[in-house]
């Protein structure tokens, strides 16, 4: 009965694994290309991460075009 009890432990996690963020499904879709040639600013705290626990601001790094990051707004 224990063995089964730990099934139904993980069966949250089995079902959800493929659950992506925001941030993924912006990135992905190539959402972040519409900001060429302007500046913005980021809203985000520390729980802000993709799938693969990369920050909020490291993804809006690597993807810059043609953006400027002005500002990073944070509490």
Known sequence: MKSLSIY???LPFILFANVKTGLDVYF???LYKELKGKNIGILTNHTGIDKNMKSTIDN???HA???KISAIFSP
């Open 28 to 30: 992905e879709e190539g």
């Open 65 to 67: 075009l043609d953006y």
């Open 8 to 10: 139904f432990l993980f």
């Open 60 to 62: 809006f790094k690597e």
